[in-house]
């Protein structure tokens, strides 16, 4: 289904693309980058035909792109995910996600009597295994896998280190008539 491929990438002009995402991950991606709170476009697709995955999940952002410690984070969910980068409709940058070492903010403990549970702060957890994606509690110890890991849902601020807006000097029709917002 070449044409279908086509259509799930194509059609942005400035932006990120995460392809490749597992189809029973797409929406813990979602969940993970709180995309869907950005006041940009925003294009998910999910169960699109993929030759290595058999089905996959694609989200599109537009003008946005991410710090690379941010966007790795789904790796913890979907360590088959490519990001692509968007300028002026072409592909300047394709690189697959890598587990970063640390998982700050953005999973939930499961020991109910840890202290990320029971204070407001943020949780944080290490890295044990890449290959099994398996993390454990920097406060606690107790150990997940990262696959099945509770996503906690964080208000933006909290979620980003930073976004960059990207098309700042798009002078286009379409960029000029907003038609990306
Ligand atoms: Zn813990």
């Known amino acids: 289904m070449p044409a279908n491929k086509q259509l799930a990438v194509a059609a942005l002009e400035n932006g990120t693309v995460i392809d490749h995402i597992p189809a029973d991950a797409l929406f813990k991606c979602v969940k993970i980058l709180g995309v869907e709170n950005l006041s940009k476009q925003l294009t998910i697709g999910n169960n699109l035909h993929s030759r290595k995955l058999g089905t ?11 710090p690379e410690e941010t966007i790795n984070r789904v790796a913890l969910v979907a360590p088959t995910a490519v990001i692509n980068t968007i300028r002026d409709f072409a592909v300047v940058d394709k690189r697959p996600v890598q587990l970063p070492r640390q998982i700050v903010g953005i999973v939930r403990c499961s020991n109910p009597k840890c202290i990320t549970n029971n204070e407001p702060m943020r949780t944080r957890f290490n890295v044990i295994d890449f290959d099994t994606r398996t993390i454990q509690c920097h406060y606690c110890g107790v150990k997940t896998n990262g696959a099945k ?16 807006e990207t098309g700042h000097n798009d002078l286009s029709p379409a960029g000029r008539a907003g038609q990306l917002r």
């Open 56 to 66: 996959k999940g694609i989200i599109k952002i537009a003008d946005v792109s991410f």
């Open 149 to 164: 890991a509770d996503i906690i849902y964080l208000p933006l601020p909290l979620r980003y280190e930073a976004i960059v």
